[in-house]
C-alpha cells in the first residue's frame, strides 16, 4: 500500500506546482511531504505531530484533518492507509494516580 501512497503523492506534486503560490498550495505541498516521509519510512503519526511538524504553516489541527479527509475521499483510502494514527487523547479510563519521587 505505501508504494500506491507515494505514487499519488508524487502525482499531486506534480499538479500542484503548476498551480499558484498560496497559503493552501504551501500547507500541501508540506502535507504531502510530511505524509511521503511517513510511507517511505513506514512511520505512522497522529494529526496533533503532524501539525507540531510545522504549526506556523498549518495554523491548527483542522487544516490538517480537512486535508487528510480530502485526500482520503478522492483516492478511497483510510487513515490508515495513510499511516495517520488516532491520537491518545482519552485512551485512559477510570481514577489514575500519579506519583512522584
Given at each position: 500500500m505505501h508504494e500506491k501512497i507515494i505514487e499519488i503523492i508524487k502525482e499531486e506534486t506534480k499538479r500542484l506546482i503548476d498551480s499558484k503560490i498560496t497559503k493552501n498550495f504551501v500547507q500541501?505541498?508540506?502535507?504531502?511531504?510530511?505524509?511521503?516521509?511517513?510511507?517511505?519510512s513506514s512511520l505512522s503519526k497522529n494529526v496533533r505531530e503532524i501539525f507540531y511538524i510545522s504549526p506556523n504553516v498549518f495554523l491548527n489541527q483542522?487544516?490538517?484533518?480537512?486535508?487528510?479527509?480530502?485526500?482520503i475521499k478522492k483516492y478511497n483510502l483510510t487513515y490508515e492507509d495513510l499511516l495517520i494514527?488516532?491520537?491518545?487523547?482519552?485512551?485512559?479510563?477510570?481514577?489514575?494516580?500519579?506519583?512522584y519521587s
Open positions: 500541501r505541498l508540506k502535507f504531502y511531504e510530511i505524509l511521503f516521509e511517513m510511507n517511505t483542522n487544516v490538517i484533518v480537512t486535508m487528510a479527509n480530502n485526500f494514527t488516532a491520537s491518545y487523547k482519552g485512551l485512559f479510563c477510570g481514577p489514575i494516580e500519579i506519583y
